[in-house]
């Protein structure tokens, strides 16, 4: 029995030792492996953040163009807005200022149309007078020109009228020294 206690381990510790052996070969170039493919891994991984740096890098340098393009045309746009913006207040101001002078002035015509008015009315009633006037005034001359042809037929009676007075005076004054 004694032998069964020493031949039995013995035969566990060669199977072991021929695992062992087999494992520990194995062991080592897996482990080396792994390492090696641990390695690939970690360099294949740099080499992938080289590469996604490099397209961060590149993406941020393309989108940092693309906002100053855009930070550009915004800048363009605010600008044209701007302008358009004083463009407008300065036409508003102008078409205010303009309206202002056109009522002053449309007040001022308004005045000088009330006293033209005034004044055609008082030309108008002054023509009215003069033309009454002149009517009156064509009238009587031709009244005075009438009356100057009876005062001349009335003159020429009343000479007549002498001349055959002092024919009779004459006459009577030769029949008195006749008689």
């Known amino acids: 029995m004694n ?3 020493l031949i039995f381990p013995l035969i566990g510790l060669l199977i072991f030792g021929g695992f ?3 494992f520990s070969n194995g062991y080592e170039a897996r482990l080396a492996a792994v390492k090696v493919a641990a390695e690939n891994v970690k360099k294949e991984k740099a080499k992938q953040q080289i590469l996604d740096r490099e397209k961060a ?4 340098i393309e989108a940092s163009k693309i906002r100053a393009v855009e930070r550009a045309e915004k800048e363009r746009l605010e600008e044209l807005k701007k302008t358009a913006r004083q463009e407008a207040d300065d036409l508003r101001q102008r078409t205010y200022e303009e309206r ?3 009522r002053e002035q449309s007040d001022r015509l308004k005045k000088d149309f009330v006293e033209v ?3 055609v009315e008082k030309a108008t009633e002054e023509k009215k007078k003069h033309v ?3 009517t009156f005034l064509k009238n009587y001359l031709k009244q005075a020109e009438a009356n100057v042809g009876y005062y001349y037929n ?3 009676k009343i000479n007549a009228a002498e001349v055959a007075r002092a024919e009779a ?3 009577a004054a030769a029949a008195a020294k006749k008689s």
Not at 57 to 60: G, L, N
């Open 20 to 22: 062992y052996l087999s």
């Open 57 to 60: 890098i590149a993406a941020a």
């Open 154 to 156: 009335l003159l020429e």
């Open 100 to 102: 202002k002078r056109l």
């Open 132 to 134: 009454e006037e002149e």
């Open 117 to 119: 008015k005034a004044a």
């Open 169 to 171: 005076a004459r006459i």
């Open 3 to 5: 032998k069964a206690y």
